[in-house]
Each structure stands twice: as C-alpha cells, then as structure tokens.
C-alpha cells in the first residue's frame, strides 16, 4: 500500500534531516489518513492515486502563485515538492498512448468532448494527468 510507503520514507527524511520532504511526506500520509478514515475502510489504489493527483494538482496552483508573484525562493520549494509527490504516481503514459487507448475505446471525430471525457477518464486515472487527457481528447473528436 502506498500509505506505507510514504511511512517508511518519511522516516528516511527525518533521519536524514531533510526538511521539505519531510513536509511534503506529512502532508501526503496526513492526506491518505483523512480519506481513508472518511471511507471507513483502507483505500483502493485508484482511491490512493486520487489522493496524491489532488495533492499535486495543489501544489501545482501554489507553484503557478509563486510564478506569477516572481518569488524564486517559492518556485524551487514547490517544484521539489511537486517532483516528490510525482515520484508516488505510476509511469505516466505519452500522448500516443493516450490516443492509441482512447481509439481502441471508441472515441470517435465529431464526438461530444463530455462523453468523450467520461470514457477517457476511468481509462487514465493515474496513468495521465486531465490537462493532457483533455488535450489528447480535444484533438481526437475535432
């Protein structure tokens, strides 16, 4: 389960003193032990990618935050955090596979881009993020 892993290096950073993953590391098993509890029961993987997708997706408005203020100190702390967080996600797929899977799923020029979404997403959860999902989607039903 990914909660241990996170468990086990977040431990590794404090031996290691390593103050921003240490952070990055309680937040995220903080993070899995909400959702968790809230459901009841242990999280499915797909459940525990959802959890970490959400944790970066924040970091990445943080980051953009930091862009727009020009505040280079910030820039690189939320990019160490991003690369973390990343670090828990499986292989991301490239945008030919993407199109490869979503052509074998039936998604078609002229398509509606909802439909098309709600074909593509559980497809992709975890394996794309839904910026390039949509891209990828975008340009197969136009």
Not at 61 to 78: P, Y
Not at 111 to 125: F, R, S, T, V, Y
């Amino acid at each position: 389960m990914l909660k241990e892993t996170v468990f086990e290096q977040l431990k590794i950073a404090m031996k290691e003193k390593k103050i921003v993953a240490k952070g990055v590391l309680t937040l995220l098993k903080s993070a899995l032990d909400k959702a968790e509890k809230e459901k009841g029961s242990q999280l499915t993987a797909e459940e525990e990618m959802a959890v970490v997708n959400r944790e970066i997706k924040q970091t990445n408005q943080s980051l953009d935050g930091a862009k727009q203020a020009n505040r280079e100190d910030l820039i690189e702390k939320e990019e160490l955090k991003l690369s973390i967080l990343k670090s828990f996600l499986p292989k991301q797929l490239s945008e030919e596979e993407i199109i490869q899977i979503l052509d074998e799923a039936g998604i078609v020029k002229g398509m509606n881009m909802g439909d098309a979404m709600k074909i593509a997403k559980p497809l992709l959860a975890g394996k794309a993020d839904g910026a390039t999902i949509s891209k990828v989607v975008k340009g197969l039903i136009s």
